[in-house]
């Protein structure tokens, strides 16, 4: 079976700081892997997805993603974090033949000035 | 339309009632999904359809929970005789439903979600 396990409900940074959202994912063949974006009251937003063309993502808003098989994981960073950056964040897994799209609990992103 | 629409966007309900939950996808989207999310988790897979067809229903948590898509577009999610473990916000999302190899990459465009609260 194919799961996401996001390290840390919760993480704060200073303004300015370098933002780490930690993914592990759970595959038994090479999957999809996507990190979504949730502001408050508004939907979730794709903010970039891994599809094995290249093991570095850019994503919007200065964010990136970097696919270590070995590892089995999928962070998610940012050099810089800005006020705007606070929102909850998801990590997501698909199987190449799969329908559905498997999500992560989320880590809850707080920017401090 | 330009993106998922979900209506209503807040349902209050006595416990015991029926509600429905409609989902508007994007035009030419073929691929039409339901999750769960309730307060401090993740989304949850309730449902998957391509066109018409419940092509994976093994999220739904049991026989009370049921949806629909009679035309290929819009798609309802009916709640039988709820119970205050239902209050969640329900998410549709919608993608090309493109078959191969880059199906898996297909990217899911969510609308905003129906906050349903059961009392």
């Known amino acids: 079976a194919q799961s996401v396990t996001q390290l840390g409900s919760h993480v704060s940074v200073s303004e300015g700081a370098l933002v780490l959202l930690r993914c592990n994912y759970s595959?038994?063949?090479?999957?999809?892997l996507f990190w979504y974006v949730q502001y408050p009251n508004q939907g979730l937003q794709l903010l970039l997805k891994y599809t094995s063309a290249a093991t570095l993502v850019k994503g919007i808003n200065g964010f990136e993603a970097e696919f270590k098989k070995s590892e089995t994981s999928f962070h998610l960073t940012k050099p810089s974090a800005h006020m705007s950056d606070a929102a909850e964040y998801f990590c997501a897994v698909r199987r190449a033949s799969a329908s559905k799209i498997i999500f992560g609990s989320g880590t809850r992103l707080s920017i401090r000035p | 339309g330009a993106g998922v629409s979900q209506t209503p966007s807040n349902k209050v309900t006595e416990k015991g009632k029926y509600v429905e939950l409609r989902c508007d996808p994007i035009?030419?989207?073929?691929?039409l999904y339901w999750y769960r999310q309730s307060l401090g988790q993740g989304p949850e897979f309730l449902i998957y359809?391509?066109?018409?067809?419940?092509?994976?229903d093994s999220g739904l948590p049991n026989d009370r929970f049921f949806a629909v898509r009679p035309e290929g577009s819009v798609s309802t999610l009916k709640i039988q005789r709820t119970e205050r473990g239902d209050s969640a916000v329900y998410l549709c999302a919608s993608s090309l439903g493109l078959a191969g190899v880059s199906y898996g990459a297909n990217v899911l465009t969510f609308g905003a979600g129906s906050r349903l609260t059961v009392l």
């Open positions: 595959s038994s063949v090479p999957p999809y």
């Open positions: 359809f391509q066109g018409t067809g419940a092509a994976d």
């Open positions: 035009s030419g989207h073929t691929a």
